[in-house]
């Protein structure tokens, strides 16, 4: 599976699980740690784990497992590590106070219009 088509996997995973403000940056061109970042909003912390939870078990199913899983723990902000795409699952108010589309506003979006149903 190349990175574009774990991204669209991933993002379609987190839709159906009502994964909230969905956003896919592009980071090839700004970084080697790999070619996309997918940031999603959990409605808690239950939820912050159920997305996570649901994203691993679907890649699993496909064959793809994280190099590295962080934050779940605590589950504020898991970061699952599939080597081409990072995934950051955050609550509302750990993703307000990090604020990585700041941080990589040079970085282009990814148009996921076709891929999320825009239900929160």
Same mark, same amino acid.
């Given at each position: 599976?190349?990175? /574009? ?8 995973? @987190? ?13 090839? /061109? @700004? ?14 912390v ?6 996570? /939870? ?12 994280? #190099? ?10 898991? @970061? ?14 750990t #993703? ?5 589309? #700041? ?5 282009? #979006?990814?148009? @996921? ?8």
């Amino acid at each position: 599976m190349n990175s /574009e088509e774990l991204v669209k996997k991933i993002v379609g995973t @987190l839709d159906n699980k009502k994964g909230m403000d969905i956003v896919g940056i592009d980071i090839r /061109e @700004l970084t080697t740690i790999g070619d996309y970042f997918v940031l999603v909003t959990g409605t808690s912390v239950p939820h912050v784990k159920a997305l996570a /939870e649901e994203v691993e078990e679907a890649l699993s199913k496909e064959g793809v497992e994280p #190099r590295r899983v962080e934050g779940a723990q605590t589950a504020t902000w898991i @970061l699952m590590d599939y080597q081409d795409v990072i995934l950051h699952i955050f609550t509302k108010e750990t #993703r307000e106070f990090y604020n990585m589309e #700041r941080l990589w506003s040079d970085a282009p #979006r990814l148009d @996921l219009s076709g891929l999320v149903t825009g239900e929160d």
